[in-house]
């Protein structure tokens, strides 16, 4: 096991560009999350997969903003029509779910680097 | 509302001293997680440790130490003789057992251990 991988690393854009950024979570890992991380900042949730299944989505997520994960393992975050303030680093994390009350902690990926100019 | 606050932007230490980075939390909840991550400076936030709302036992692990007091909303981890390998950016995170199933991060500490 390799843990959350993301790809890519780094990417550069031109405002107005659409982009797709994917996650790898860790193999049987049921729940996945992507966050949003500004410079300075914390993370910020964006959106969280059980399984194939968008249970929720944060009021940070625009229209402009699509994740999915449809065969319950990757998932790919797109944005369309870049904006300057996407500008931040992207998370992925993924936790295994034993059971409906347990929780345990997110494991997260080295992030992708988004910068739009 | 869910809030965590860490008031240190950043600290500075030389190596082998002690450091504590404070985390002060706000939630309505009565159960929830707290953690600390470490995300040093590949970007890859590092998980630390998980302490639930029941648990107000000050747990030890190596040079880490954390004291959880829930009289005072507080989750505070101590280094112990500091290492240059300890420089990173430490957030601290609620997760409320109600509502949206995620993390809610602190703004971070960014610690620096000069050698």
């Known amino acids: 096991d390799t843990g959350v991988s993301q790809d890519p690393r780094h990417k550069i854009t031109k405002r107005g560009q659409n982009v797709t950024f994917r996650c790898d979570p860790i193999?049987?890992?049921?729940?996945l999350y992507w966050y949003r991380q500004t410079l300075g900042q914390g993370p910020e949730f964006l959106t969280y997969?059980?399984?194939?299944?968008?249970?929720?989505k944060s009021r940070l997520l625009s229209d402009r903003f699509s994740a999915e994960r449809p065969k319950g393992s990757f998932s790919t975050l797109e944005i369309q029509r870049t904006e300057q303030g996407d500008s931040a680093m992207y998370l992925c994390a993924s936790s295994p779910l034993d059971s409906p009350s347990q929780n345990t902690e997110a494991f997260f990926g080295q992030g992708t680097r988004l910068t739009v100019v | 509302a869910q809030k965590v606050t860490q008031a240190q932007t950043e600290i500075s230490v030389v190596e082998k001293e002690d450091v504590t980075l404070d985390c002060v939390y706000e939630t309505r909840d009565t159960t929830y997680y707290l953690f600390w991550y470490k995300q040093p400076p590949s970007g890859e936030l590092v998980f630390l440790i998980r302490?639930?709302?029941?648990?107000?036992q000050n747990e030890i692990s190596g040079r880490y130490s954390w004291n959880f007091q829930k009289s005072t909303s507080s989750f505070n981890f101590t280094i112990t003789a500091s290492q240059v390998v300890d420089s990173a950016v430490y957030f601290c995170a609620l997760h409320p057992i109600s509502g949206a199933n995620n993390l809610f991060f602190g703004t971070g500490t960014r610690l620096t251990v000069i050698p």
């Open positions: 193999s049987e890992h049921n729940r």
């Open positions: 302490r639930n709302s029941f648990d107000e």
């Open positions: 997969f059980q399984n194939e299944a968008q249970l929720e």
